[in-house]
């Protein structure tokens, strides 16, 4: 092959790598609060401004689709497919551990019961609410973690809806004696669809899980070692730190 052509090819290929490497990631968000929350028309949350503090940290680590949203089950989908380069916010299943890429976990979660504030039950352990499931099977979010987490536990589930709105109001309305989601998101939905007096959290952590930053094992190594990278540096110059304050994630 004449030495021009391979010049050619060369320059072609380390153009190409070059236009890969500064192409914005692809990623999308969801209404899970506080992770991602929709307010007033425009998406927020704790993993919203963890992509916008990498994308000021390193300028070539911008993102696509934060200001989107899709539902799990799509957001699974599009990781597994390549779809998506990156998502923030998800739990560990061993579904996802083997079609992901998990790059460094976020904050904690802490997995609660939300129910009605004249039912003065406090369920102290995963095992109890199994035995009070037969009678009042929990409600939970379709295709969550928590979902999965409690089947495991022998707990009998109403799973009908992936909405957290409709099971607030599920609850709020008896149909339902529990609704088991995370701490937080708890916490954010009696307070977005005003439910603080009519509900109230247990007082017991049944569970504790971590959060991380997920990529598709279609992602290029180098990208995912720039996005490990900036993660590890927002955890040593305080700004994870800072953010999980905000948020009220703190571990």
């Known amino acids: 092959m004449p030495q021009y052509c391979l010049r050619l090819i060369l320059f072609a290929t380390l153009l190409l790598s070059e236009m890969l490497a500064a192409a914005p990631l692809r990623t999308v968000a969801r209404d899970s609060p506080p992770i991602f929350q929709l307010r007033h028309g425009r998406v927020g949350g704790i993993c ?21 949203l899709a539902s799990l089950p799509a957001v699974e989908r599009g990781l597994q497919s390549g779809y998506y380069d990156v998502i923030c916010g998800l739990a560990k299943t061993p579904q996802r551990e083997n079609d992901d890429r998990f790059l460094g976990a976020l904050f904690t979660i802490r997995h609660k019961l939300l129910q009605r504030a004249d039912d003065d039950i406090n369920v102290s352990s995963l095992a109890e609410l199994a035995q009070l499931s037969h009678r009042h099977p929990v409600i939970v979010r379709r295709g969550s973690v928590f979902a999965d987490l409690l089947r495991q536990q022998g707990v009998e589930i109403d799973d009908s809806s992936d909405d957290n709105e409709s099971n607030l109001r599920k609850l709020w309305l008896g149909r339902g004696r529990f609704f088991y989601s995370a701490e937080s998101i708890l916490q954010s939905l009696r307070k977005q669809y005003n439910y603080q007096r009519e509900t109230r959290l247990g007082s017991t952590v049944l569970y504790s899980q971590p959060v991380y930053m997920v990529s598709s094992r279609m992602l290029a190594p180098a990208r995912r070692q720039q996005l490990e990278q900036a993660l590890q540096t927002l955890r040593s110059n305080g700004t994870l ?10 571990d």
């Open 241 to 250: 730190a800072t953010l999980q304050r905000v948020y009220d994630l703190e």
């Open 48 to 68: 919203h401004d963890v992509l916008h503090a990498i994308s000021r940290l390193d300028p070539q680590l911008q993102f696509d689709g934060v200001d989107k």
